[in-house]
């Protein structure tokens, strides 16, 4: 997979080699996506990398989607875990959800919400990843791109 020119899938086995010790510590999501975002940095320099970034253009970022396969969709605010895009114009670039295998929660509310990301705000790319988060072995063991 590459966006931008860069090869997304070298930079995110480079991220496991280099954070590690992250992993194995079953450190919070949030300091995971906070990694991640610094480790894209040098190569989107001409993009903003926003973690929890929850604005569009001024107002909260809002999006109609399902959060379960049985569930309704409807408009909630969103917190992506990771976008690169250009704050205050619709250049959007890439969105990701992530999550550690020691969260059991099902991936179809990221899928839904990355779909509804592309589909409503016209993210040209999205990407779900969850990380093996153990005490003897990290990784990636589900990968889904769009």
Request: one cysteine or more; proline letters at 3%.
């Amino acid at each position: 997979m590459v966006i931008g020119g860069v090869d997304i899938q070298s930079l995110l086995d480079e991220f496991v080699e280099e954070q590690a010790q992250l992993l194995r510590n079953d450190a919070s999501e949030q300091a995971i996506s906070h990694q991640l975002a610094m480790k894209f940095a040098p190569h989107f320099p001409e993009w903003h990398i926003d973690c929890e970034y929850n604005r569009r253009m001024e107002d909260v970022k809002r999006l109609i989607y399902a959060v379960s396969p049985t569930g309704d969709a409807c408009e909630r605010n969103v917190v992506p875990d990771i976008i690169i895009h250009r704050r205050m114009t619709n250049d959007n670039l890439l969105a990701v959800e992530i999550k550690k295998s020691t969260n059991q929660e099902h991936s179809f509310k990221d899928g839904a919400k990355l779909a509804a990301f592309r589909d409503q705000l016209g993210y040209q790319n999205s990407l779900f990843i969850r990380f093996l988060s153990d005490v003897n072995d990290v990784g990636i063991v589900e990968l889904d791109w769009q």
